[in-house]
């Protein structure tokens, strides 16, 4: 074997490894336009299919804006947080209070009014959602932000499933892989 192929061999080996190895991670950085006082900064949330175990983070980002927080320390809320997070929606839907099921592929969806019950069977799903009494996740990256849940269920088909709420303590339902389950750090 000539040293130029060796290298090239040696090389694309390396490559490949590094390719193999490395994490990805996807983030929602704030709008860098929008200066105004009031304006909604997003820090990111997960995106679909990342783990939880990647290098992004849920700590509020940098803005090249100013922010008035209730707190007046300058960190993102939990109201800048949600209205970030609607402004990438597909759609909205609503439930009527009653129960609502979540069947479709790959969409980012608003969930305008209190349910009953939401339950999501379409994959690679985000949710951002109001009171909600129990939320089911039967599907594959799924990233759910809800304002308040009596009770969150996550199937045995639930897995990298990322779940927050803003305020409660929901009784807690586990059977997915590589779950992250908790209350929301912008909670206030």
Known sequence: MSA?????LLSATVLVTMLLTGGCSATIAPDPNAGTANSASSPSIPAAGTDSGSATTDAPQPSTGAQNTASGTG???????RAALAKTVDQQLTCGGGNLEITEFSVRVEVTDDCDTIVVTGSSVMVLAQNVKTLVVDAFSTDALVASADAIRVTSNGSSTTVRWESGAPSIEDAGFASDLRLSEFAE
């Open 4 to 8: 130029f192929r060796g290298r090239a």
């Open 75 to 81: 960190s993102v809320t939990a109201q800048e947080h």
